[in-house]
């Protein structure tokens, strides 16, 4: 069984840094995409950014530049660096990814969530 588990959320002061990360474990034949979306209170689900297999990345205009993904492919891990963080960016973060596993069906799994905070 293919599972996500994000780590690394927390509280922070206004103008800090946080580095999440996601792992995927189980039998995985190979990762596409990975991602990180967040979902603050009463808002709709949004991406934070994106990542390809072959690390072409993409964001959303809002973030570029205090955003930063990255991923290890070896340790099927992705990571998103936050900084000059602003109460705005609190939201539970979540992580995704377009996984094929080595039996069964291709699809995108979900991690539960990490909860960052931003306090001014």
Same mark, same amino acid.
Do not use: H
């Given at each position: =069984? %293919? =599972?996500? %588990?994000? *780590?690394?959320?927390g509280l922070? =002061? &206004?103008g800090g840094s946080l580095r999440? *990360?996601?792992a995927a474990s189980g039998s995985i034949f190979v990762i596409e995409y990975m991602a990180w979306y967040r979902q603050a209170p009463g808002k709709q689900r949004e991406m934070v950014a994106l990542i390809s297999r072959g690390g072409n990345t993409n964001y959303p205009d809002s973030l570029k530049g205090r955003f930063t993904i990255s991923r290890d492919n070896a340790k099927n891990t992705v990571y998103l660096q936050m900084n000059s963080l602003k109460p705005e960016?609190? &939201?539970?973060y979540y992580c995704t990814a377009d996984i094929v596993p080595r039996t069964g069906a291709r699809g995108a799994r979900w991690g539960q969530g990490? =909860? %960052?905070t931003v306090s001014s």
């Amino acid at each position: =069984q %293919v =599972q996500l %588990v994000e *780590s690394g959320g927390g509280l922070v =002061q &206004a103008g800090g840094s946080l580095r999440l *990360s996601c792992a995927a474990s189980g039998s995985i034949f190979v990762i596409e995409y990975m991602a990180w979306y967040r979902q603050a209170p009463g808002k709709q689900r949004e991406m934070v950014a994106l990542i390809s297999r072959g690390g072409n990345t993409n964001y959303p205009d809002s973030l570029k530049g205090r955003f930063t993904i990255s991923r290890d492919n070896a340790k099927n891990t992705v990571y998103l660096q936050m900084n000059s963080l602003k109460p705005e960016d609190t &939201a539970v973060y979540y992580c995704t990814a377009d996984i094929v596993p080595r039996t069964g069906a291709r699809g995108a799994r979900w991690g539960q969530g990490t =909860q %960052v905070t931003v306090s001014s």
